[in-house]
T-cell receptor
Framework: DAEITQSPRHKITETGRQVTLACHQTWNHNNMFWYRQDLGHGLRLIHYSYGVHDTNKGEVSDGYSVSRSNTEDLPLTLESAASSQTSVYFC??????????FGSGTRLTVV | QKEVEQNSGPLSVPEGAIASLNCTYSDRVSQSFFWYRQYSGKSPELIMSIYSNGDKEDGRFTAQLNKASQYVSLLIRDSQPSDSATYLCAVNWSGGSNYKLTFGKGTLLTVNP
């Protein structure tokens, strides 16, 4: 069955370190998205991609980057982790303008 | 800035009752609308989508859209304790190739046995 997987599920890192969160989907969806979810803020869009080699900034992109070298993967990199980036991160994918399918999330703690 | 507004709740209903969840959005030109359910500690899952004015029914769920009033709602009939979750409203502002969703902060629903 097609799926979208995120890894790791949980991660603790130190301030200033570079961290990469993985997202892999086997739906063959062109669209992929990264959101963070925080109490009081809901889901906020970080970066998104409409296809290979396409990337776009969302509303909270500062300190994050993505690259899309194939259809299946959209890794999210925190260049220099900060405590403000402690959050739950969700990857999602979609075909055209249909609803998203979400991954199971990564809980990141920056200490 | 385009916004999606939901009452944070909690909304508490007895088992078997109708739960009514509401959402308003700021841009009249919005294209499509979605309701997601999120259990505590889990990822959001899509339960309904609606693209045109009126009602759309799927089992115990009915989505209602009124673009003139910039209002979308979700009705859950015969509410069950398993429906207890946070419900997220999401809006796609743009058509065509600029598809991305803006989410409301969610409404916590509690169904009491």
């Amino acid at each position: 069955d097609a799926e979208i997987t995120q890894s790791p599920r949980h991660k603790i890192t130190e301030t200033g370190r570079q961290v990469t969160l993985a997202c892999h989907q086997t739906w063959n969806h062109n669209n992929m998205f990264w959101y963070r979810q925080d109490l009081g803020h809901g889901l906020r869009l970080i970066h998104y991609s409409y296809g290979v080699h396409d990337t776009n900034k969302g509303e909270v992109s500062d300190g994050y980057s993505v690259s899309r070298s194939n259809t299946e993967d959209l890794p999210l990199t925190l260049e220099s982790a900060a405590s403000s980036q402690t959050s739950v991160y969700f990857c999602a994918s979609s075909r055209d303008s249909y609803g998203y399918t979400f991954g199971s999330g990564t809980r990141l703690t920056v200490v | 800035q385009k916004e999606v507004e939901q009452n944070s709740g909690p909304l508490s209903v007895p088992e078997g009752a109708i739960a009514s969840l509401n959402c308003t959005y700021s841009d009249r030109v919005s294209q499509s609308f979605f309701w997601y359910r999120q259990y505590s500690g889990k990822s959001p899952e899509l339960i309904m989508s609606i693209y045109s004015n009126g009602d759309k029914e799927d089992g115990r769920f009915t989505a209602q859209l009124n673009k003139a009033s910039q209002y979308v709602s979700l009705l859950i009939r015969d509410s069950q304790p398993s429906d207890s979750a946070t419900y997220l409203c999401a809006v796609n502002w743009s058509g065509g190739s600029n598809y991305k969703l803006t989410f409301g902060k969610g409404t916590l629903l509690t169904v009491n046995p």
